[in-house]
């Protein structure tokens, strides 16, 4: 089984409907990131958080928010999507006194 | 201003054709350089992580290399089936890991 599970995997929404992107880990790992990839572009930081009660905006969190649910659960909401939100989102984790980061599988996110 | 830039953005080999792929990178306080593999539809696949210049890591075809600048990953006889987006990041804070956009690497049998 997949140490990082995103769903769903492919999601077409329309404009202006809350959508929420999932993320569970079974590495044990106590940080969690959210991270969306554009074609031409590197993987820009959304959310972080370093444990259930730690929550950070990265570079692009306008539009975005994120729930914390357990050490092993990390959701992404997009309150109102709109079509430059289209891209792939991907979750990971790393764990305190590593750097290593390790990828879910991603979602597909397309708004029409 | 922090950045990676990855070389090149594209790369074509006929398998054993041995190359390099290059990562140059500024930063303030680097904490570490890691490289990733991308296959189409999937998640970055952690592959070395470095942390000083002069350090060097293997894996099968593989062998990563850190200068104060840049950082390269040599691929040895390359196969096919190493046919994958590689991708560079480097970790200036706690938190900040900036990525590359990634060599695009093709392996022909």
């Known amino acids: 089984d997949a140490d990082v599970t995103q769903t769903p995997r492919n999601r077409i929404t329309k404009t202006g409907k809350r959508i929420m992107l999932e993320c569970s880990q079974t590495?044990?790992?106590?940080?969690m990131y959210w991270y969306r990839q554009d074609p031409g572009l590197g993987l820009r930081l959304i959310y972080y958080?370093?444990?259930?009660?730690?929550?950070n905006k990265g570079e692009i969190s306008d539009g975005y928010s994120v729930s914390r649910q357990a050490q092993a659960k990390f959701s992404l909401s997009l309150e109102s999507a709109i079509p430059n939100q289209t891209a792939l989102y991907f979750c990971?984790?790393?764990?305190?006194?590593?750097?290593?980061?390790?990828f879910g599988p991603g979602t597909r996110l397309t708004v029409t | 201003e922090d950045q990676v830039t990855q070389s090149p953005e594209a790369l074509r080999l006929q398998e054993g054709e041995s190359s390099s792929l290059n990562c140059s990178y500024t930063?303030?306080?680097?904490?570490?350089l890691f490289w990733y593999r991308q296959d189409p539809g999937k998640g970055p696949e952690f592959l070395f992580t470095?942390?000083?210049a002069g350090e060097e890591k293997e894996k099968e075809r593989l062998k990563a290399t850190l200068t104060k600048k840049e950082s390269f990953l040599h691929i040895t006889a390359p196969k096919p089936e190493d046919s994958a987006t590689y991708l560079c990041?480097?970790?200036?804070?706690?938190?900040?890991?900036?990525f590359g956009t990634g060599t695009r690497l093709k392996v022909l049998a």
């Open positions: 990971a984790t790393s764990a305190t006194g590593t750097y290593e980061q390790y």
């Open positions: 470095l942390y000083s």
């Open positions: 990041a480097v970790q200036s804070g706690t938190y900040k890991y900036i």
């Open positions: 930063v303030s306080g680097l904490r570490g």
């Open positions: 958080s370093f444990d259930v009660k730690d929550i």
């Open positions: 590495k044990g790992h106590d940080r």
